[in-house]
């Protein structure tokens, strides 16, 4: 797929277009499941006033985060959290998606051994999973994923 740079003049506009392009790619999802990587922040607010309208069959959909902190859902961090609050009780359903989340009650080296199992076998026979669509938000710092310019582990 060639890449493609699209500005948009609102945020409403940005939310309507992120809506219909996660519509379109899971209408052509192949396999009859739609794998979809969510990161955090501002988007989340974006999907949850325009993703409902357009979503079908969320049901068909497996979610996972890309940039979760190992901190409670409630915690105003926890990008599996937001999403729970905001987004998902909005999706058209039962039944709603799959959600792949890490295990905030494991110490840091467990939760991520554990949602690697998750996603392995999300995506079986795969070394690296391959979603069908990733949306990465960027931070006012330039951060995405949860991986900050300059941090020494950077480095």
């Known amino acids: 797929m060639a890449a493609r740079v699209s500005v948009f003049p609102s945020p409403q506009e940005l939310g309507r277009a992120l809506a219909e392009l996660v519509a379109e790619r899971a209408a052509a999802a192949a396999g009859g499941r739609f794998s979809l990587g969510l990161s955090g922040g501002s988007l989340v607010g974006l999907l949850a006033r325009h993703l409902p309208a357009a979503a079908a069959e969320p049901g068909r959909w497996l979610v996972a985060f890309c940039d979760e902190r190992l901190v409670p859902p409630e915690h105003p961090e926890s990008t599996a959290g937001a999403y729970q609050a905001q987004l998902l009780p909005l999706l058209p359903g ?6 792949l989340a890490p295990d905030t009650a494991l110490s840091p080296g467990a939760a991520a051994e554990e949602y690697a199992r998750q996603l392995r076998q999300a995506f079986p026979g795969e070394e690296v999973p391959v979603f ?10 330039g951060h995405t994923c949860s991986l900050f310019p300059d941090h020494p582990l950077l480095q």
Do not use: A, E, I, K
């Open 94 to 99: 039962p039944p709603g998606p799959r959600v």
């Open 132 to 141: 069908d669509l990733l949306l990465l938000g960027l931070g006012p710092d």
